[in-house]
């Protein structure tokens, strides 16, 4: 039975597949809110939010954690605690801090992004090395690199526990810091088939999403060493993320930690069948991966349509996916995608395909 408050789209029987994003609150979700003891998060007196601080920090292997209102505010406030204005931060060059978070590393925090190849998901210790300019009068320093796993451009590939840890020896060895925007590192973690633990305590901050994949209605967290969350929690406060009765949407998080994480590998499975259905189609090329998460990539360019036609066409099947360039489209499987969907959605593709 689908656990979520009916709404439009699951009346209708769309098949809404743009982002993990869309996932509603389960009943659970629901009911804890309406129960959640709070107090003032400012004056760190919310019960329910100190929970959920110690339980992700406990999960991902820090000593402290930062309940944030998003990923994108999370990956801002990482960065202003790790470096100061004019520093480089060395990223990929599809990342999402540097694609999809509106520059506010350059705009709030005065950093400058040293862009590094990650087309294939992952950073190499080769490219970070790679960026290093040394000491030069010229030269701003740089202060830290940000890796992300999963991957969302490159169609949610997967960073490995050793990959994870040969890039953050190189940072180490050059006396960088490294972030992990971990917006969707628990679906890392499930494919790898990994603890979290192993993948984020190599790190020296994460952020990552319970807004996404496991549901929650609003929220992420930051987690690091106890100092670096002391700083980063006045920083929330400069940006404006000082919330009060947080309570009652951590509540959420902590149903999103204990209930929704063990779950994720059945999106991945579902991913799966629809990147193998797709591969019969003519005319579309999947872009597969090593490591199946929950974000498939498809290239359309062989149908003779651009993305957004074909998004179109899809779209009046009630079939929704969000195109990603002039050829490709992005689908995003999540909690309310069942295996119907997924055959509705097959369907649906090789509707327009072959039309
Ligand atoms: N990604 C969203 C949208 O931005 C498109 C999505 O639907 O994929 N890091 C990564 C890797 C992300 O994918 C996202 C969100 C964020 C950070 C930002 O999180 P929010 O949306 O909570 O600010």
Redesign the pocket.
């Known amino acids: 039975m689908k656990d979520y408050f009916d709404n439009d789209t699951a009346m209708a029987g769309i098949v809404d597949l743009?982002?993990?994003?869309f996932t509603l609150p389960t009943s659970k979700m629901r009911e804890a809110m309406a129960k959640a003891p709070v107090g003032d998060d400012v004056f760190e007196e919310d019960p329910t939010v100190n929970r959920l601080e110690a339980l992700a920090a406990d999960i991902v292997g820090k000593e402290a954690a930062l309940f944030v209102v998003?990923?994108?505010?999370?990956?801002l406030i990482a960065t202003l605690t790790h470096t100061k204005p004019g520093d480089e931060v060395v990223l990929g060059a599809h990342?999402?801090?540097y694609g999809?978070?509106v520059g506010g590393i350059s705009r709030i925090g005065g950093l400058i992004p040293r862009l590094v190849d990650d087309s294939q998901g992952i950073i190499s210790p080769e490219a970070v090395l790679g960026a290093l300019r040394g000491e030069n009068i010229h030269y701003a320093p740089t202060a830290l690199v940000c890796m992300?796993n999963?991957?969302?451009m490159s169609g949610g590939r997967v960073t490995d526990v050793e990959q994870t840890k040969a890039l953050a020896a190189a940072c180490r060895e050059h006396g960088l810091k490294i972030h992990m925007?971990g917006?969707?590192v628990f679906n890392a973690a499930a494919a790898l088939d990994v603890p979290v633990k192993r993948l984020t305590q190599l790190v020296d901050s994460v952020?990552f999403?319970l807004?996404?994949g496991l549901s929650a209605p609003v929220g992420?967290m930051l987690a690091g060493d106890r100092e670096f969350i002391g700083r980063a929690r006045k920083f929330r406060k400069i940006l404006g993320g000082g919330m009060r009765q947080a309570g009652v949407i951590a509540a959420a998080g902590v149903v999103a930690l204990e209930e929704m994480v063990e779950r994720l590998g059945e999106d991945h499975a579902r991913a799966k069948r629809l990147v193998d259905g797709l591969a019969n189609i003519p005319g579309l090329k999947v872009v597969a991966s090593e490591y199946q998460t929950n974000i498939v990539l498809v290239d359309v360019e062989g149908t003779g349509l651009s993305s957004d036609e074909f998004v179109e066409a899809l779209a009046l099947k009630g079939i929704k996916v969000?195109t990603r360039n002039a050829t490709v489209l992005r689908a995003?499987i999540h909690r309310h995608v069942e295996d119907g969907d997924i055959d509705k959605a097959l369907e649906g593709f090789s509707q327009v395909a072959t039309k």
Do not use: F
């Open positions: 743009r982002s993990d994003t998003s990923g994108t505010m999370g990956n990342s999402h801090i999809y978070e992300e999963s991957h969302n925007d917006a969707r952020m999403c807004s996404k992420s969000l995003v």
